[in-house]
């Protein structure tokens, strides 16, 4: 039964928390080594199972994907081999899955028809954040892997182009701008919108669009509340495009 | 039930062989408790690639925190689910010290982690740390499952500050406990937030599953040791008062009869917390010790009247119900490692010792009990003691204050002096906090080890 000490104690846990927490923080770099040289990741091109492809009429309907608030399928209308309209014919519904749904798949279907891939970038919706992630973006080239199956997760990991998975910290508006090979200007699309929540105006996104040419890196995260969404409709585009072998 | 032998090397050495002292697993605990948290260190470590900028410091710095939290908040939680392991090898004490200093530090670091990631999220919005109620604001709104955290850690903040050392004392025990036990809510609402909101776990399915199966495990461990253990013993012994004794001057000793209760896996020096089913003694739950060995048919606490409920109990009719949780408590002759005990009781403190005195195993000479009080009136159960030391050839003293309220002289030379070999003895305590003190400071220094002084105190 030892004199107890409350006030060195507390000082004592104190001191130790707060130095563990910054000797933490200070070991971890301050960017990711393995995020240049790592191979974009494949895009799990889901099974074609569950796609209903109506060649005649020139709509293709990709397989329906799950995410984590509901399951999401794109159907494409094709005419000469380009693809006139997108739409989704399922989508995460309800809470705050309806606001994000409406948000989000426009603008999805508008980039899908004006991408003409699965090349297209995660919308950012609500209030969730995530952080982005250096090199971990999906669909840069269309990978045909049809019959296989991923876990969610994974797909969510991999398919997502500048988004870590899931909730937690994140920007207004910051997500990474991806590319296509043939170099700048060929149509850097990049649908992320700053936060929901707060009144912006609404050609912001357009503005945000031209900046990130201009500065050709910039460094934006993804709102995740919207990129299950996106990671879905990637997945189910990229499905309905396998159909119909473009 | 005990024999006691007469005396001789052949009995000394007899009832040496009998000791085999368990050592508490504090240690052990300990350290798997540190392995733990490493674990949930290691879980952000490897989520975390890169850490870009001060925002994403500050936002990391939050997430930490706020993994470490919600893995201590757990063990909060465990180390009051009366588990049999904690309260009868650790001690109820002990483990309930460790339940208030976790549980403030627990709290301290929810707050961290609420002050740094909404001020991680005002940077990468690219606002200051002025805007951080706005941002809190929102991010109530907007991310799943936050307003139930919200809630939940409102909760936690008003327990903490009720149990603040000055607010505490000036609220009924009862109030206080009642208001204590939302903390089962309050870590079910925050529960949800981490699982959904959390970073690390959306990444990482494995940590999800951890996560569920540490918080559950806990609650089937409360649920089982709280509620349906309690429920069991007292269907199986069904507890009454028999008579209520008046020993002393504001001393009473309760009486309780029911079937089985040397089946309880009660000895003596555990006490029970007993709930007496008596109009205005209900929802009340108070830890006494048996007074004596527990026998068949009866059980015995003796009890000072220092509040409203330990007044209450004079006023016990026979027949009374009683609903009894244990036994608890890790002061039993399972701890003791030597074959001479010295048993060191203060005013009411003599409770576990009687039961002690009477069940100890020991040769004549070997058990002692200093006996202290403030007069000789106030020396409760003396008859019953005097007549066991006679039976087992147990030394008896006793200690009072003399007419003038001069203070007996419990030191290391006094004790040195009464008991010679006292370096080689066992002590056993249990007293006021301030006498307790000064009688462990006595003991070290007559030369007593301080893994040989074994001491219950409920003072946090």
Known sequence: MKKSHPIRRVVLATAATVSGVVLLLSLKPATDPAGAAAAPPQQAGASAQGGAAAAGSGTVTGSAVQTQYGAVQVRLTVSNGKVTQAEAVQAPKGGRSDQITADAVPKLNQAAVTAQSADIDAVSGGGLRAQAQPGRRGGRQRRHRRGVRRDLHERRLQGVPAVRAGPGEGGRGRCRIRFRGRGYGHGCHRWCRPDAVRDRPADSVPKLNQAAVAAGNADIDAVSGATYTSAGYKQSLQSALDQAGG | ?460
């Open chain 2, 1 to 460: 039930m005990t024999t006691t032998l007469a005396g001789g090397r052949a009995a000394r050495r007899q009832t040496m062989r009998r000791i085999r002292p368990r050592r508490s697993p504090a240690v052990p605990l300990l350290l798997a408790v540190w392995a733990g948290a490493a674990g949930v260190l290691w879980l952000w470590w490897s989520n975390t690639p890169a850490i870009a900028d001060q925002a994403g410091k500050v936002l990391n710095a939050g997430r930490i925190t706020g993994l470490l939290a919600g893995y201590l908040m757990a063990l909060v939680v465990l180390q009051m689910a009366r588990v049999p392991a904690l309260e009868r090898r650790v001690g109820s004490d002990r483990v309930a010290r460790w339940h208030a200093m976790s549980g403030r530090y627990t709290i301290c670091l929810v707050l961290a982690h609420i002050f740094l990631t909404m001020w991680g999220y005002a940077l990468q919005a690219g606002k200051t740390l002025g805007d951080i109620v706005q941002q809190t604001i929102d991010s109530i709104d907007q991310l799943p499952d936050m307003g139930k955290a919200a809630i939940g850690t409102g909760l936690l903040v008003l327990i903490g500050l009720v149990s603040v050392g000055g607010v505490r004392k000036r609220l009924p025990y009862d109030t206080w406990y009642h208001i204590h036990l939302m903390t089962y809510a309050a870590v079910f609402l925050t529960f949800w937030h981490q699982i959904t909101t959390g970073n690390d776990f959306a990444v990482e399915p494995t940590a999800k599953t951890v996560w569920y199966v540490l918080y559950g495990t806990v609650t089937a461990l409360v649920i089982w040791y709280r509620v349906i253990t309690p429920v069991r013993l007292n269907l199986r012994h069904r507890m009454r008062v028999e008579a209520v004794i008046e020993e002393a001057p504001g001393i009473v000793s309760v009486l309780i009869s029911g079937r089985k209760l040397h089946r309880m896996g009660a000895e003596a020096g555990h006490f029970f917390r007993w709930r007496f089913l008596a109009p205005g003694m209900r929802f009340s739950s108070h830890p006494y010790s048996l007074s004596a060995a527990p026998r068949p048919s009866t059980l015995r606490i003796t009890v000072k009247a220092n509040g409203d409920h330990s007044a209450a109990l004079r006023e016990l009719t026979p027949g009374t119900r009683v609903w009894a949780e244990g036994p608890y408590g890790a002061m039993t002759a399972s701890r003791r490692s030597r074959g001479k005990v010295l048993l060191v009781a203060g005013g009411v403190g003599i409770t576990p010792m009687r039961a002690l005195f009477e069940t100890l195993p020991g040769a004549a000479g070997d058990i002692t009990l200093l006996y202290r009080a403030n007069s000789t009136q106030d020396l409760a159960l003396w008859d019953e003691l005097a007549k066991i030391a006679d039976e087992r050839g147990a030394r008896l003293m006793y200690a009072v204050n003399s007419p003038d309220g001069e203070r007996p002289d419990i030191s290391a030379e006094s004790l040195r002096r009464k008991i010679p070999d006292i370096d080689s003895h066992d002590v056993f305590m249990c007293g006021p906090n301030g006498f307790a003190q000064s009688v462990y400071e006595a003991l070290r220094g007559a030369g007593v080890p301080a893994r040989r002084i074994h001491h219950e105190s409920f003072e946090m």
